[in-house]
């Protein structure tokens, strides 16, 4: 048992490491569920990639990490109230806004780090992120970050939750809409932040959504899908630093693989997922009892029955495909 207990006992940067994946599992977990539900995915990887423009400007002030992350923090924000500002007064749909700051602050934040003499390699960590070199102030920051974002959230859950599946109801029933859209985007934007500090630019979004939508697939009730996403995120992390230390990967990207392969097997075991859409044995054989059909067919609906039993969720789409080719033979 001494190699599960070695890297987080004997290397102090991994006890950080798993603390600021703990940290970003639990913010990711408050507003990833939203994000998955109304569909904001592009929101979220453009307020991530817009922190580039307020790290860039950190940057080149020459600050240290808080001033980064703060700097992250205040084009994260300005990039979601731009977002709707464009779209509840500028009448612009919500894609072409996201578009619009997105392109804008990602431009800027490159043109403002290629002035400096080590573009490469500031480029690569503030993209790619560097959680392994966390430190005791970066964690003190995340932390306050997401327990800002957890405070309103879960104060202001019932509305965010009305809001968020009936907007036009709730807005007759007095629940201020617009309000609780700027505050939803704000929450995800400092979300995005509090990821970025753990993986970087590019894989913050990835953090922020497929926790949550391997939740959004083994549960419907929001509360749980937000604790779920939460210890999706934080296996994620273990399994990712483990992989990490063992195999000598980068911890960023292996967090993230990992994520994504639970999301995977959700989608495959989920009853949400491929299982319910997968045709049983029983259901073909019955089905082709009560139709007359020719032999070769009924044969094959049979055979092809066994053949997605046995191979379960994993050939799922074939089954699909080869379900439709025999019914219209």
């Known amino acids: 048992m001494g190699w599960l207990i070695d ?92 578009g619009i700051m997105f392109a804008g602050f990602f431009a800027l934040g490159i043109l403002l780090i290629s002035r400096q003499q080590t573009f490469g390699t500031d480029l690569s960590s ?3 992120g560097h959680i392994l070199g966390a430190s005791w102030t970066d964690l003190i920051v995340m932390a306050t970050l997401t327990l800002v974002v957890a405070l309103v959230v879960l104060t202001f859950l019932p509305e965010l939750r009305f809001a968020s599946y009936d ?59 937000m604790l779920t996403g939460t210890l999706v995120g934080i296996v994620s992390t273990v399994v990712g630093l483990y992989s990490s230390f063992y195999l000598d990967l980068a911890a960023g990207p292996s967090i993230i693989l990992t994520a994504v392969i639970l999301m995977g097997l959700s989608f495959m075991l989920s009853p949400r997922g491929l299982r319910d859409t997968l045709p049983s044995i029983s259901a073909l054989s019955d089905d082709a009892i009560e139709q007359p059909q020719s032999s070769w067919r009924r044969t094959a ?29």
């Open 7 to 98: 890297p987080f006992w004997d290397f102090e940067f991994m006890q950080r490491a798993l603390l600021a994946g703990i940290i970003v599992s639990v913010a990711a977990g408050m507003v990833g569920a939203f994000v998955v539900l109304r569909g904001l995915a592009f929101l979220g990887d453009a307020v991530a990639h817009t922190q580039l423009a307020g790290a860039a400007v950190a940057l080149v002030l020459g600050g240290g990490a808080v001033l980064i992350t703060l700097g992250a923090g205040v084009a994260a924000v300005l990039t979601a109230l731009g977002v709707a500002v464009l779209t509840l007064r500028g009448r612009l749909r919500e894609d072409t806004a996201i």
């Open 126 to 128: 503030l993209l790619v």
């Open 167 to 225: 907007p036009e109801v709730a807005s007759v029933s007095g629940v201020p809409v617009n309000v609780m859209q700027i505050g939803l985007l704000v929450m995800i934007a400092l979300a995005t932040v509090v990821a970025f500090r753990l993986v970087g630019v590019i894989l913050a979004v990835a953090m922020l959504v497929t926790p949550a939508a391997a939740a959004a697939l083994l549960t419907r009730r929001l509360s749980t899908m």
């Open 301 to 329: 609906r049979v055979c092809w029955g066994a053949c997605c039993l046995i191979g379960d969720v994993c050939w799922g789409a074939c089954c699909r495909v080869g379900a439709r080719i025999v019914s219209r033979g």
